[in-house]
């Protein structure tokens, strides 16, 4: 795509674009807000997460590929059951 088609293109965007009214701007606002929402509290949970495992202290030893390869079987049955569960209807999304 060369110049001269990528300001056509540009040219029919701005043609065919418009001012959003007052109600879609708020919409907007409120998604962005409620998405920004959502993403902070996961993030804090997380970072609570993270910080009370660390104050226990365990005295399993163990290597730390075992522990990787813990936290992989433990993620990839997540994300089996989740499939399973929209499969059989356990929750629609």
């Known amino acids: 795509m060369g110049l001269k088609d990528f300001l056509k293109s540009s040219e029919r965007l701005f043609r065919l674009?418009?001012?959003?009214t007052n109600t879609e701007v708020w919409q907007i606002l409120?998604?962005?807000l409620i998405g920004t929402g959502i993403l902070g509290a996961y993030g804090f949970l997380i970072m609570f997460l993270g910080t009370?495992?660390?104050?226990?202290?365990?005295k399993l030893r163990l290597s730390s590929n075992v522990a990787l390869y813990l936290l992989a079987v433990i993620v990839v049955?997540?994300?089996?059951?989740?499939a399973y569960g929209r499969r059989a209807?356990?929750?629609?999304?």
């Open 30 to 32: 409120r998604i962005t």
């Open 77 to 82: 049955l997540s994300i089996m059951i989740y």
């Open 52 to 58: 009370v495992l660390s104050g226990i202290s365990i």
């Open 17 to 20: 674009s418009r001012k959003p």
């Open 89 to 93: 209807g356990w929750w629609r999304s």
